[in-house]
């Protein structure tokens, strides 16, 4: 029988090592494009695609693979995006530097008619000046990393993407134009409006991120004050890159705090939450916790104990407000490792050692499980989820590099575009 495994450093690296073992073996080789999800014949998603390129350093730094391994795949993925198709046709990549959301795994071209996707090709730019910043030996291979990372990142028209409005678009469909909907109110779009305030092209006008601030709900719950946002993935995206420690903008200002701080509540939420489980789900307790945006065992409603209990497929779960259905995700208890390390390394014992969501299984974490499911053969756990998905798997590995040694953040504390967005933002203090 395989004995209890302790959460420390060791562990930490060995979850790192396994979770980078999707971009291993779920990256097409000829055009570095990382497959969304571990189903057959699935696209690829161009975040997944920018958390590979965030994760490569890394790996790097911690011998997962050799230097001149990633340099290879980063400038196959880099030449990919630089070279391919951009333009108003249905079946380009992208089109004003954006890119679309999914991407087919080997033409590489727009899947499902889906969108030009603004925040998703904010993920990918992230990743791509992440490469850009680390790869800086003056060799031929390095020099090219750099120079294809400033130009994919200078070709994104961020004014284009407001469309004659305040905020930035969703996206954009060559059948139907803009989408109706703007990154406007606290979201994973933070991240965003500071590359796009950042760029040395096409900027975002300074007024702009006061205008997506606008909207922010500042509410009290379990004693804790904080910026909402109910999925627990929007609380750490941007701080893949960026340490919001001790620097805050003008809302932040007047409250007191920083983003850090925030997440360090939603965190503490998240975990209170599920001690009290208003909602009664299975096994809900202050080490089994982490509600986000995830896939789910629905669409469907069935009858438990005599109660009607919905259940979702993939949809942004969040607290305290809801959707809940009972689905808990693994790697969004990881990815808030450096807000909360005293109850999160709790949970990932908890999620290790009695829920063994890592047995048969060489991608780390499963996605998600529901234990209050029980329309499953595995009543042990409920229903557990057949899928990775590339977009959880990148923020396991980087949120742990950054609780443990702060080396992402570090790295991108020195790139000239993200320090130019936060000061155009209005962020002082701190190592700014």
Request: glycine share 8%; hydrophobic share 40%.
């Amino acid at each position: 029988m395989r004995g209890k495994i302790t959460i420390d450093e060791v562990a930490l690296e060995r979850l790192q090592r396994e979770t980078f073992s999707y971009f291993l073996h779920e990256t097409n080789p000829e055009n570095g494009l990382v497959k969304d999800k571990t189903a057959s014949d699935w696209p690829s998603s161009i975040a997944a695609t920018g958390l590979s390129l965030t994760i490569y350093p890394v790996a790097v730094e911690h011998g997962f693979i050799t230097r001149d391994t990633a340099i290879q795949t980063v400038l196959t993925t880099l030449r990919f995006f630089w070279n391919s198709r951009q333009g108003p046709e249905p079946d380009a990549t992208g089109y004003h530097g954006f890119y679309y959301h999914f991407l087919d795994m080997h033409s590489g071209k727009r899947a499902w008619k889906c969108e030009l996707s603004t925040v998703d090709s904010a993920i990918l730019l992230a990743g791509v000046l992440t490469v850009g910043v680390y790869f800086d030996a003056n060799v031929a291979s390095e020099l090219e990393i750099r120079n294809l990372a400033n130009e994919i990142y200078g070709r994104a028209d961020w004014q284009w993407a407001q469309n004659k409005g305040p905020t930035v678009t969703h996206g954009w469909k060559p059948e139907i134009g803009f989408l109706r909907y703007r990154w406007k109110g606290y979201d994973e779009a933070l991240v965003l409006y500071i590359l796009g305030l950042g760029s040395p092209t096409y900027p975002l006008p300074e007024n702009s991120y006061s205008a997506w601030a606008s909207t922010y709900e500042w509410i009290k719950i379990f004693g804790y004050e904080y910026l909402y946002a109910g999925p627990l993935f929007i609380h750490q995206m941007s701080h893949i890159w960026i340490d919001f420690r001790a620097i805050q903008d003008a809302f932040m200002r007047s409250k007191g705090i920083d983003y850090f701080e925030n997440s360090r509540r939603a965190t503490y939420v998240q975990q209170q939450y599920a001690i009290d489980n208003p909602l009664k789900f299975t096994d809900y307790s202050r080490n089994c916790w982490g509600i986000t945006a995830s896939d789910g065992p629905g669409p469907r409603t069935l009858s438990l104990n005599g109660k009607k209990r919905r259940y979702f497929d993939y949809t942004g779960r969040g607290v305290p407000y809801g959707p809940d259905d009972g689905t808990v995700a693994p790697w969004a208890v990881v990815a808030s490792l450096p807000f909360a390390p005293e109850i999160v390394l709790p949970t990932i014992d908890f999620l290790v050692n009695e829920v063994a969501l890592k047995v048969v299984n060489n991608y780390g974490f499963k996605a998600t499980f529901n234990p209050s499911y029980t329309c499953n053969s595995n009543k042990s756990n409920g229903w557990v989820s057949p899928w990775h998905f590339g977009i959880n798997q990148g923020p396991i590995i980087a949120m742990i590099e950054n609780y443990k040694t702060g080396f992402l953040w570090s790295l991108m504390r020195t790139c000239p575009y993200i320090i130019k967005g936060l000061r155009l933002a209005g962020f002082t203090g701190g190592w700014l």
